[in-house]
């Protein structure tokens, strides 16, 4: 079956055609056996997007627990760079299934070699004690502030043509809007802190799952490079590298990722050739629905 994301575009896509680009990249393609296949992102540089890779791999975890139970948590391993030229392999053990949780483990593959592993805990909603000590931050709200892709793609157009200038230009599913932009090709020293809201172009389904999974695609949109805000240093501008070791996410409660969803992001710690970065995700209305935690390879780039 030729791949549906595949098919060259005549005209930039619709908000709507984008999401459903989306929905149909974190929908995989049983195998038989808990073995599924995962399509393969377009326009992204060479490289498999960590959180695509994370969406579906949970996507395929899901696939195996009854409808009632939603994930409640993950945690990642990557393990090796993929191809954004191939379609990931998913193969999900079934570790525990009790009377309210299940476990689940992924490897994702391509050319017999693991990528990426990943555990995820599955839950029945249940009553029991609440409470949310974080409070979201007062921020401007998304209507004062300008997508980020607007700077991607100015930034872009002042690139040659390579993986990386292919990326900034390709689809943006998710519109991301940051409060304190960042200029990726001379970024000044400043705090490891950084707030982003976030949502879909366009409404997406009414299924949970769905919602979960996207979430866990946009948990890795910059979290990594706030490691790098102290240092004034960027990938972009090719004077840092960063590659994700470990990501994890919690999800505390219901939302929809097509309402807009206020990301906050710091970085505690860096050295070793290592960054970690942590952020908390909340609704419009204030509520905690997501934590993540993410560590990293992170260095800097010599130049002779």
Do not use: C
Request: proline content about 7%.
């Amino acid at each position: 079956m030729a791949d549906a994301m595949a098919s060259a575009r005549t005209a930039e896509p619709t908000p709507e055609q984008l999401v459903a680009e989306l929905t149909l990249l974190l929908d995989l393609e049983p195998r038989g056996g808990d073995r599924f296949i995962g399509r393969r992102q377009l326009d992204w540089g060479g490289g498999v997007y960590g959180g695509q890779a994370i969406a579906q791999a949970l996507g395929a975890a899901r696939r195996t627990v009854p409808p009632e139970r939603h994930a409640h948590s993950l945690h990642a391993y990557f393990l090796r760079s993929g191809s954004s030229d191939l379609p990931i392999e998913f193969r999900v053990k079934r570790d525990f299934d009790g009377r309210s949780f299940s476990n689940r483990r992924v490897v994702a593959s391509q050319r017999g070699e693991a990528i990426l592993i990943l555990s995820t805990s599955f839950q029945s909603e249940q009553q029991g004690l609440s409470h949310q000590h974080s409070t979201m931050p007062d921020v401007p709200p998304p209507e004062e502030l300008v997508a980020d892709r607007v700077a991607t793609r100015a930034l872009a157009a002042t690139l040659p043509d390579s993986p990386t200038r292919r990326a900034l230009l390709g689809p943006h599913h998710i519109d991301v809007r940051s409060v304190e932009p960042r200029d990726w090709l001379d970024p000044q020293k400043r705090t490891p802190l950084s707030h982003v809201w976030f949502r879909t172009v366009a409404a997406l389904p009414d299924d949970e799952p769905v919602h979960r999974a996207v979430l866990a695609f946009a948990s890795d949109v910059q979290l990594l490079s706030t490691a790098l805000q102290p240092h004034g240093l960027s990938m972009r501008r090719g004077d840092a590298k960063a590659a994700s070791l470990d990501h994890a996410v919690w999800f505390h409660g219901h939302f929809r990722a097509d309402d807009w969803l206020l990301y906050v992001m710091e970085s505690p710690w860096s050295g070793l050739a290592r960054g970690y970065a942590r952020g908390q995700i909340f609704t419009r209305d204030g509520r905690l629905i997501a934590s993540v935690a993410q560590e990293g390879m992170v260095r800097p780039v010599t130049r002779d």
